[in-house]
């Protein structure tokens, strides 16, 4: 436990919560992510699932993906939204990254991720259908474990929606995160587009 | 909670869907159900293939039989939220009759007692795939699927109970 609290009161995120630390048994810790956050010790345990049609779940023994074969070595531009087959994520946050993937890669992007709090094969039948799979990988957060570990979940009960994410985007350099914009209400579309980030690569 | 049963009064609980317009409502389980013959079926996942392809699509080429026979209302529901089971519906544009109401946070699949860890699926805590025959609360058939089998929860099976 000791060399993970001077881990996290070394690293420049200096809203980890210590004193979840402190008490709780458990290895893992929140914190919230901001630039220079490590992504991968964040969420050292956690995977998502990325999207796929149940066949290929079950060929593949519906395998994950842990974080840090996505992260570690790469350049990533990630983004996640409250909800697959909603409004603004099918309208403008998708599109908005699908129109855009030629300056991405242009920029030595490896990867454009979107990510949500969804099942893989819900993911899998909204990337088909926005005709994105091409451009984007989609992931599945499925249980939530991934925006919680970055402090990134938000309870959209509200909406019908239950446990969900905020909207945000990040780019992510061998784990490191370089830049980070997260809406300051999931419905909004301000800062977490590809022309934003695109500047900030 | 055990799984409901024959004999049992249905639960009441709030179901969601988009409605003709298009807007987002919540739905009482006991105000489509009561005094009425309702059938409901639970499926595990929208998107998911035996769901999609065989589950769903029996029951709507049944329905017209189904409603010969004096069923009121044909409804699916699933752990999942409005927008996905909206969208799932929507590929189904022959569908007339079958309703397709969400359990986002899975609570009346848990009053139902017919939930399920599909976590190592990727899929969280779901339905059981079932079938149930109601009459006027009272719950006249219960099929179980005990796993991902497809054997008792059918349209054709759960004609027989009518």
Known sequence: MASTILKRATSSSMKSRVESLLIGASRRSYASVAVGTDIVSAAPDVSLQKARSWDEGVSSNFSTTPVKDIFKGRKVVIFGLPGAYTGVCSQQHVPSYKKSIDKFKAKGIDSVICVAVNDPYVMNAWADKLKAKDAIEFYGDFDGSFHKSLELGKDLSAALLGPRSERWSAYVVDGKVKALNVEKAPSDFRVSGAEVILEQI | ?162
């Open chain 2, 1 to 162: 909670m055990a799984p409901i049963a024959v004999g049992d009064v249905l639960p009441d609980g709030t179901l969601s869907c988009f409605d003709a317009e298009d807007k987002l409502q919540q739905v009482s389980v006991h105000s489509l159900a009561a005094g009425k013959k309702v059938i409901i079926f639970g499926v595990p996942g929208a998107f998911t293939p035996t769901c999609s392809l065989k589950h769903v699509p029996g029951y709507i080429e049944k329905a017209a039989e189904l409603k010969s026979k004096g069923v009121d209302e044909i409804i699916c529901i699933s752990v999942n939220d409005p927008f996905v089971m909206k969208a799932w519906a929507k590929t189904y544009p022959e569908n007339k009759d079958v309703k397709f109401l969400a359990d986002g946070s899975a609570n009346y699949t848990h009053a139902l007692g017919l939930e399920l860890d599909l976590s190592e699926k990727g899929l969280g805590t779901r339905s059981r795939r079932f079938a149930l025959l109601v009459e006027d609360l009272k719950v006249k058939a219960a099929n179980v699927e005990s796993g991902g089998e497809f054997t008792v929860s059918s349209a054709d099976d759960i004609l027989k109970a009518l």
